[in-house]
């Protein structure tokens, strides 16, 4: 095939479909390209079957403490791990065949399977067909990192996705990296019976987090019986008769630990170095994230970065907001920017994290004068109600603005709860709106007014 469209969408991941159906519906024609599985990573690989195994693993740990309930179960809970993995595949492969088919019957929509590679700044090549488009928009997404650590060519790994293949539980699964991908896979393997060691170079889990938060999510874990190993210099493997050798000089513990399996978690890299970008002229930085400007345009006219690829995001939400930003300024007249974007995430461990805007880090170094507010779960109705009373929330504004720039909920529901927040700083409006609502009874959500009554300077 040799043929022109008015845009071509590279990658059918969090963006590029949704940016298909916008253009199709104004009348375009579009080619989108996917070289492996529609949906991309958070879909097949990422936030669908990790949140799956998440479910499961938080019934085996209720079902743990259903005495604590007046919930009398007769033996143990048994894992059968064949069907905790059958549950997240076929939630995966739900969504996966959705997209594939809303894809497939999008009018104006010519779906290309296979790897797609500049010729020019607007001509690709899949396979046999050469498609050109005075609009390119990549959204290739990224892989795990494979560190060059010593040994690691000689020892067999898991990754993010290999390990979703696992029908068996492992007996002692070793972790490289404490951030979230990390400690997801850490608690839900723990609470499945594994034993799990976390093994972070840095001094803290979650190093992006203020550290009250990073040493709060250790407890949590430690408390369930996964051992933190912080400050690990020189981490490096070797083959050992039980599995593999995990060499790692911490600042305490032993030098090696032995694991029958190990998940590297040690952050992600775009999928830009096989595209041909040189072919386009198109700029990346010294990572090979795509560099783009406010709008996601690159330095070429006419080609667009949007996702993971872009390096300005690392999430499903910060993917679909690309889609949304390029879609409103070339569909709708409108001047939308990234840096309008207010920074939020969550850590799906149980309890888990949900975070907004600046840590507490962050907004000292910026110099305002701050007022500071804090709540333990222990001091919310609804937790002690659930008996899940770990962690605290927090938050941070500025005491001549009143306006809230970040907070953490690490508590039941903190990943709902924290929205409330999220909205009032995006509506830009000072705290003490919030002191008026009326929130629901009993919630989380209803002591983040008491929370901003009681503020006070940082000390
Ligand atoms: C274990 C894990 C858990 C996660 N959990 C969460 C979470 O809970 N919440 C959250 O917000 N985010 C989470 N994420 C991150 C989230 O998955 C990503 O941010 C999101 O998928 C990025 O979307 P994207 O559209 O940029 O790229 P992707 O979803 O990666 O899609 C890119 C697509 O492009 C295709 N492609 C690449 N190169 C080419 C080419 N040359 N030709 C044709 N096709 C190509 C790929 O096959 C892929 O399908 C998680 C990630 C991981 C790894």
Not at 24 to 47: K, P, Q, W, Y
Not at 103 to 130: N, P, Q, W, Y
Not at 444 to 459: F, H
Request: hydrophobic share 40%; charged share 20%; net charge negative.
């Amino acid at each position: 095939m040799n043929r022109n469209f008015d845009a071509i969408i590279v990658g059918a991941g969090q963006a590029g479909p949704s940016l298909a159906g916008r253009m199709t519906d104004a009348g375009m024609s579009v080619a989108i390209v996917e070289r492996h599985l529609f949906g991309g990573t958070c879909v097949n690989t990422g936030c669908m079957p990790t949140k799956t195994l998440v479910a499961s693993a938080y019934a085996a740990h209720l079902a743990r403490r259903g005495a604590e309930y007046g919930v009398m179960l007769d033996a143990p809970p048994r894992i059968d791990m064949p069907k905790v993995k059958e549950r997240a595949a076929l939630v995966s492969a739900t969504s996966r065949r959705n997209i594939e088919s809303w894809l497939r019957g999008m009018k104006g929509c010519t779906v290309l399977t296979g790897h797609a590679r500049f010729e020019s700044a607007d001509r690709m090549r899949i396979g046999d067909d050469v498609i050109s488009a005075p609009r390119i928009f990549l959204n290739v997404g990224g892989r795990a990192v494979v560190p060059d650590m010593p040994g690691i060519g000689d020892s067999s790994y898991l990754t993010n996705t290999s390990i979703l293949g696992l029908d068996m539980v492992p007996k002692h699964l070793v972790i490289i990296g404490g951030s979230y991908i990390g400690l997801e896979f850490a608690q839900m393997h723990r609470r499945f019976g594994a034993a799990v060691t976390v093994v972070e170079k840095g001094p803290h889990l979650v190093s992006r987090e203020d550290e009250e938060v990073s040493e709060a999510i250790r407890d949590i874990l430690v408390a369930e019986g996964i051992e933190i190993r912080t400050g690990a210099e020189c981490i490096r493997f070797a083959p050992h008769p039980e599995g593999i050798a995990v060499g790692v000089d911490c600042t305490a513990g032993a030098p090696e630990i032995i694991g029958s399996h190990v998940l590297l978690a040690v952050g992600r890299r775009p999928n830009t170095d096989d595209l041909g970008l040189d072919k386009a002229g198109v700029a990346t930085d010294a990572r090979g994230y795509i560099e783009v400007d406010d709008s996601l345009a690159t330095n070429v006219p006419g080609i667009w970065a949007i996702g993971d690829c872009n390096g300005r995001g690392a999430f499903t939400h910060t993917s679909y907001n690309d889609f949304e930003i390029v879609a409103a300024n070339l569909l709708d007249g409108e001047a939308r920017k990234v840096s309008d974007r207010i920074p939020a995430y969550a850590l799906f461990i149980d309890p888990p994290l949900g975070r907004v805007g600046m840590t507490l880090a962050q907004a000292r170094a910026s110099g305002r004068p701050l007022l500071v507010g804090r709540r333990p779960m222990t001091r919310v109705g609804r937790a002690v109600e659930k008996g899940e009373t770990l962690g605290f929330m927090s938050v941070v504004a500025d005491a001549e603005t009143r306006r809230i720039l970040g907070a953490a909920i690490l508590g039941t529901s903190g990943d709902e709860a924290i929205h409330g927040i999220l909205d009032m700083m995006n509506a830009g409006a000072p705290y003490d709106r919030l002191l008026r609502a009326v929130p629901i009874h009993p919630t989380v959500s209803e002591l983040i007014p008491t929370m901003l009554g009681e503020m006070r300077a940082p000390n």
